[in-house]
């Protein structure tokens, strides 16, 4: 089983109505849909934001319903244009700091770097298949934190600091679960804004919402 794991329910809504055979089940307050997408057994999970919640989604999906990937998706903000697809070769969480403790800023204790490598497999299906559709897409590294960056410099900084491409607030956890568990994951984000207006994100939320579930979807009819 695939889990497809995302914050909000604009992000989660399109994937949904894709769904066959529904089955709804809350855990520990989080909402599943168990579900076939394309043919697919899935379950679609509504995390809700920030990487706490992300992170207890993540495990959700992997103890309760035994799933052997994990797709993390929805928004964020980026460097290269609204409506531009982001597929995470790695991910890395910009707000772990324990520099004092002689880590490198990012680095959670345990691990020997900031980064977490996304899946080859699951990353190449999914950039063969946004090639095919012909999409606007990059890849690159995603850095998540627990702030809604709205500040182009101060998102600037955070992609220039850690080599990103794209900020927002998942799938750094997301990430650090499924290493740890050693299931493989992927994320698939889409461009709603620049990393410097609240207006931009709400403006254009529901185009980028439209594009990662097409992208999600070709990816689930090719596995």
């Known amino acids: 089983m695939t889990a497809v794991i995302a914050a909000m329910d604009n992000e989660v809504e399109l994937l949904k109505k ?21 043919g697919k ?4 999970i509504k995390s809700g934001i920030g990487k706490a919640a992300a992170a207890c989604a993540t495990a959700i999906a992997l103890s309760e319903f035994g799933a052997d990937a994990v797709i993390n998706t ?10 531009t697809i982001i597929v995470a070769d790695k991910c890395v969480q910009h707000d772990f700091d324990a520099t004092a403790d002689g880590l490198t800023l990012g ?21 063969r298949s946004l ?7 990059v890849v690159g590294t995603i850095a998540s934190g627990d702030r809604f960056v709205a500040d182009r410099e101060a998102m600037k900084n955070i ?11 998942e799938s750094g956890a997301v990430a650090q679960i499924c290493t740890t568990a050693g299931v493989p994951f992927a994320v698939l984000r889409c461009v709603s804004d620049g990393g410097d207006s609240v207006r931009d994100y709400y403006e254009f939320s529901r185009l980028a919402c439209e594009r990662f579930t097409a992208a999600v979807l070709d990816f689930l009819r090719e596995t």
């Open 74 to 83: 929805g928004l964020c903000a980026g460097t290269c244009g609204i409506g």
């Open 18 to 38: 894709a769904a066959k055979d529904a089955k709804v089940r809350t855990v520990a307050g989080v909402e599943c849909l168990v579900c076939k997408i394309n």
């Open 159 to 169: 992609c220039e600091q850690f080599g990103a491409v794209g900020v927002e607030m």
């Open 131 to 137: 090639k095919n559709g012909g999409a606007a897409y």
């Open 41 to 44: 057994d899935v379950v679609v």
């Open 107 to 127: 680095q959670v204790a345990g691990f020997d770097s900031p980064y977490f490598a996304a899946d080859k497999r699951i990353t190449q299906t999914m950039t």
